[in-house]
């Protein structure tokens, strides 16, 4: 029997999941819910429905994983609380100063109702912060670095947006490749964000708009962009179409730490995604195996990805994986 | 208080064990076991005993987690399930074919004692192995590739050893690294045993050993040497112990998948180590402190790294770990 799965929320992280759950032949996708009208919503899955919102406290005995494909800001903090009540969920929740607030609420909401709430799930948090932990626990004397990109950050594109003149944008975070390359060769460089990372913006303005006021903005926004080196190249919209429609994205992890006699180890992490979404949905729908499995043995409370035995990720049995993946 | 450790076996595992052991503040060597005099051992940690291995048995109370380093050939398979009857035990049993039945046996003498045998850790089968499972659940349709080095490659070393007139020998195993780019660029490629890895050694010969019998013994040696392109440099005595008295090791672990839409993502996980066994003693030591808190949650049985939740292998509580690493 499959494990049936719900998706809650059909933007792009939405249909990444949905992707990913096609791809996984235990799992499979029953419905999908949506604040808006379902009427207007087109899936993919031919066999799974689409319902509003409000029906998925209806569908508490067929679906046995939802999958909380919302925005972190506002809807994360209400729904998985909410749902947690009704399923067992998975969300990417990655405001990182407030997950210890949506931890605590999760899993007081998740214990009374005997579910499992897997939160914070993806890959940064997520994939990078196992990385972190694993090499920080296997090398306690060194050094983390985290590098992103190259990636669309669509923060910064939403930011650039924002300003007056500007029709469209797409912001690319890109590693300083001379940062990257001093981490590798164990020189444990302090780097300032400037010296991290640069930033590359992409801008169609709007006819007639001021450029040079517009680049100003951009280089002096501060938060955003104030403390990078920025370039930026105005475009006109069929380009960004054509060359800027993907949302790329990866990054890496980097420990470097010694044991004794001054022997360095590295270890690094690395991603390159052709699609930040579609990525983050097979890291959930991963988890939502996970959270179905653990749900099975009758674990509850709020989980991360610290807490979840790797082999709950898969469909593969303990004696299969030792035979095969160890 | 801290976790008490007792190591079994001195070699350089041990000595890798002992030096991380150091570097792990919640963690205190208390013995070390050998089958040696123990008199004759001289080790690093003032504070810790040098025990003969027959004395193990009246330390049970002394010793949290016993760090079994012996070899894989021989040691481990009675060892672990002996040790496992007393002490909770890690070992790096890693002779890929037997690891089912080396699981079964400690499993069932770790669960008729209510201890913990956590098997097959180190880097690989270890790390390497968890980043397989991880990257396989995430990215279901993709391929894996594993390269190792470049690296000392013990068993290689002593198999040249041990033709006519070699006085020393050490070998090393290094990517093709037109194959690594090859992966890394999402060509899926399938590689020969010959396009993934070449072979070098460095050989100490014999004062008028027959050199060019030695290196076509070497090239032509099945399953050691015959499928790959070797290289042979004989150096003399002085040169081998200046330039290759290190056991560096490491190698990538690179899944390459789509998802939809031709969309590519590359996972890769690298580890450059100056020194394998120190680096291999550190993975130990982080699975020793998981294995002392599993059990004081009163788990029991053989496990694995696929087994371990993350967060065991940390000193840092759940609350830290998410304020700080997620």
Not at 171 to 197: C, D, M
Not at 277 to 282: K, Q
């Amino acid at each position: 029997m499959s494990i049936r799965v719900g998706i809650l929320g059909y933007g792009n992280l939405g249909r990444g999941v949905e992707a990913s759950i096609a791809q996984n032949p235990d799992m499979e996708l029953k419905a999908v819910f949506t604040r808006r009208n379902p009427e207007t919503l087109k899936i993919e899955t031919q066999s799974a429905k689409v319902l509003h919102i409000d029906e998925a406290k209806n569908m508490t005995n067929d679906i046995d994983v939802l999958i909380i494909c919302g925005g972190s800001a506002t809807d994360l903090p209400e729904q998985t609380p909410e749902f947690v009540s009704m399923f067992n969920v998975i969300d990417s929740f990655d405001t990182h100063a407030n997950i210890p607030t949506h931890f605590a609420n999760v899993d007081k909401a998740a214990k009374e109702a005997g579910k499992i709430g897997i939160i914070s799930c993806g890959w940064d948090p997520g994939m990078f912060s196992l990385n972190r932990l694993y090499a920080g626990c296997i090398l306690p004397q060194g050094t983390d670095y985290t590098f992103w990109g190259r990636g669309v950050s669509q923060g910064h594109s939403d930011a650039v947006r924002r300003i007056e003149g500007v029709l469209d944008a797409r912001q690319y975070t890109i590693p300083v490749e001379a940062a990257l390359e001093a981490v590798r060769a164990g020189e444990n460089p302090e780097l300032t964000t400037r010296q991290k990372h640069t930033r590359e913006v992409f801008v169609v303005a709007a006819e007639g708009a001021d450029t040079a006021k517009i680049e100003k903005e951009i280089k002096e926004m501060p938060n955003y962009f104030s403390d990078y080196d920025t370039t930026i190249h105005f475009i006109d919209a069929e380009t960004m179409k054509k060359e800027h429609a993907g949302l790329p994205h990866g990054g890496f992890v980097i420990r470097t730490g010694e044991t004794k006699n001054g022997n360095k180890h590295l270890i690094e992490y690395r991603l390159q995604l052709d699609s930040n979404p579609e990525f983050t949905g097979s890291v959930l729908v991963a988890y939502a195996r996970a959270a179905y499995k653990m749900a099975q043995e009758g674990m509850s409370g709020a989980k991360t990805v610290f807490d979840v035995a790797p082999a709950y990720l898969s469909a593969l049995s303990g004696e299969e994986l030792r035979a095969h993946m160890l």
